[in-house]
């Protein structure tokens, strides 16, 4: 079956520090990648996502690339600030008969301090 | 552009009783598929509509229902509320055309007492 391991955490950065969190999937057939992020009492919003071998996604200095060969969509950033801190989640999609269902990994929170 | 937007935002039932949440895709957007967010169990998919038809379901007990009317919004009802449905259920909605992004909605946070 479709699944995605990534770490689970928590994670506390001091502001301006790194910021890498793993995420390997396992998949039948080529998925779409993402993050998403959730912010305290709130919904999950896109962060980026990649839907082919060596996409890189970027936004808001996140940044992931689609490694097929390792079956893994890491997410980086250079330099992290207190309005980071939120849950971040992989998931991936495929498509099925025009359906597509996100598979999630158990997330990951993340508090920066600054 | 409008978000997706569900009502209620909060709701509190008991065990056994019954209840209805309600999701309004992005405009344009015609899938709709509901989530179930518990700390144990994590984002679980519980099913998706598009064109008034349900394509797709996750591994809930029939207890879980669904429906999509022809403005593309949706509902979920779940009968017989248990404890354990005691959730944060969120909505998606998605064009679709492939590949698609799911935009993900606020939430409606269902305690069970």
């Known amino acids: 079956g479709n699944s995605v391991t990534q770490m689970e955490g928590p994670v506390t950065l001091s502001e301006e520090a790194f910021l890498t969190i793993n995420c390997t999937y396992t998949a039948t057939g080529y998925p779409s990648l993402f993050w998403y992020v959730q912010y305290p009492g709130e919904g999950l919003q896109l962060l980026l996502k990649a839907t082919k071998a060596d996409d890189k996604g970027s936004n808001k200095g996140f940044e992931a690339t689609y490694r097929k060969e390792t079956t893994s969509f890491h997410l980086e950033k250079g330099s992290v600030q207190v309005s980071d801190s939120a849950v971040y989640f992989c998931?991936?999609?495929?498509?099925?008969?025009?359906?597509?269902?996100?598979?999630f990994g158990k997330g990951m929170k993340l508090t920066v301090n600054p | 552009k409008a978000g997706v937007t569900q009502t209620p935002r909060y709701l509190i039932k008991t065990r056994g009783q019954q209840v209805t949440l309600s999701c309004s895709p992005i405009?344009?957007?015609?899938?709709v598929s509901w989530y179930q967010q518990t700390p144990g169990q994590g984002l679980q998919f519980l099913f998706e509509?598009?064109?008034?038809?349900?394509?797709n379901k996750g591994n809930f007990p029939g207890r879980f229902s669904g429906r999509q009317f022809s403005n593309s919004r949706s509902e979920m009802n779940v009968s017989t509320l248990e404890l354990g449905d005691s959730a944060l259920y969120l909505c998606a909605s998605r064009r679709p055309g492939g590949r698609d992004t799911q935009y993900f909605g606020p939430g409606t946070r269902l305690t069970v007492l």
């Open positions: 998931a991936l999609s495929i498509p099925q008969g025009g359906s597509e269902k996100l598979v």
């Open positions: 405009s344009g957007h015609r899938s």
């Open positions: 509509y598009f064109s008034e038809t349900q394509r």
